[in-house]
């Protein structure tokens, strides 16, 4: 099977429609405007930079229609774009970088200092600023789209394994990894969320996560140019300016627990009218029963679910008007996806028992980008072990319960202690680590560090955070710190954390 350029067909099928919005620019592209924008850039990557297909291109910058207009024009170009997350650090950055080894940079100019020092190490020579007035020796984005031909440049019917991008995320080991993204598991993923909310072409989505997640490429941007509607791209989240956006002329929002909560804590909230909206929905970590009655209150009803950047991301959305005693249930799989409950030993479980959810579909991914090993451990037979455990009731509802590993979510962010851990490992006063999610009212869940240190040696809790804060991303830091004398071990020795747990509540 394969899929078509759907920019090419929408701007044929579509040639007034607005498909672009920017909201932070104001800029507005119909889909003919669109399309030929990508395929400017793919031109450019083409005959200037004479890359060649299956090789990669690393975007640094915040979201915008630019991101968009990169993302489809290498896919025209037959390149694979490796969409890097700003919020790291740059030792991160660096990683990621030579594990993916992009032969190009597109950055931000916010990122400029980043994106010059990331050149300079890695030796590369092809760099572009989404900036009219670029240092020397690096091409403006918009002079690059104006001195292009300007001939339609349509995507070659793609294999839906081809790879398309590729999103890194953090791995229990503490080495990110990059979770290869197909052009099935976008096309899959559009069918299913799109038939899950009834998404069309009269459907204005509001789009504000980073798009270096799966959630803000597919949630909906991707799945509104499929079905021939408007995407708005909000640059960031901020509380005000997505009310308005709201207000305005959205009509379906995908955000996660923190989203939600500070829109609930804006003082706009109360009296915005949301007369366009007509769905809402929600991933990542769990919304509090306390904040789905907020909305309730007012009228709104959100529809939770659960994805992963393996799986495209969608796999399960409530249906609106499910019965309140559903209420924090992920609901049912979605039409192209099948899913298991199993035990350690892979044998299915029944109604109310909590097992590992594993995941099977077209929208799930290949595997890793060159980490065959963690392909083979990650996908058994065809399953998607999701880390996570699920419990499913008579009628059929999910619910996911707690994680498989030891990751936590703050603020929509995956965390994963062993990286941090060992950051804090490089320490020389420290003897030993662990880290746990706790829980916040702001956040959801933070970081908690549990700290032995060396005999005779001192170090204090600030001094551990400050170094978290010059090594990773800040929503990663732990926000406490505890000094034990040791770490609770089984006889295996390993850290026991749920001991940890115990004791951290015990306090």
Known sequence: MYTFDWLAKQADLRPDKTALVDAATGRRFTYPQFHDRAGRFAEFIRREWRLAAGERVALLAPNSSDYFEILWGCAKAEVVLVCLN?????????????????????????????????????????????????????????????????????????????????????GTTGKPKGVLQTFGMVFYNALNIGLAIGLTDADVTLNLLPCFHTGGLNMYTNPTFHAGGTAIVQKAFEPGETLRLLAEEATAMFGVSAVYLFLSQHPDFATTPFKHMRSWAAGGAP????????????????????????????????????DRSKLGSVGKPQLYVDVRIADRHGRDLPPGERGELLIKGPGVTPGYWQRPDVTAEAIVDGWLHSGD?????????????????????????????????????????????????????????????????????????????????AQIARYKVPKSVIFIDKLPRNAAGKVVKDALRQMDAGR
Not at 288 to 308: C, D, K, N, V
Not at 310 to 319: Q, S
Request: charged share 25%; proline share 7%.
């Open 287 to 322: 919304i509090p029963t306390s904040l789905l009655e907020t909305y309730l209150a007012r009228g709104i009803e959100i529809q939770f679910g659960f994805g992963m950047t393996e799986t495209g991301p969608t796999v399960f959305l409530i249906e609106k008007g499910a």
């Open 389 to 469: 455990v699920a419990v499913r009731d008579e009628d059929g509802y999910f619910t996911i319960v707690d994680r498989w590993k030891d990751m936590f979510i703050s603020g929509g962010e995956n965390v994963y202690p062993a990286e941090v851990e060992n950051v804090i490992y490089q320490l020389p006063q420290v003897a030993e680590a662990a880290v746990i999610g706790v829980a916040d009212a702001r956040w959801g869940e933070v970081g908690r560090a549990f700290v032995v240190l060396k005999p005779e040696q001192r170090l204090s809790d600030d001094a551990i955070i400050a170094h978290c804060q």
């Open 86 to 170: 700003w919020r790291l650090a740059l030792p991160e950055l660096e990683f990621i970088m030579r594990d993916a080894t992009p032969v190009a940079l597109v950055y931000d100019p916010a990122f400029a200092d980043a994106a010059r020092a990331l050149a300079e190490r890695l030796g590369i020579d092809r760099l572009m600023a989404l900036d009219p007035t670029p240092p020397p020796g690096v091409v403006a984005y918009e002079a690059v789209l104006a001195a292009a031909s300007g001939r339609p440049v349509v995507m070659r019917p793609r294999s839906l394994d081809e790879t398309w991008h590729i999103l890194y995320t953090a």
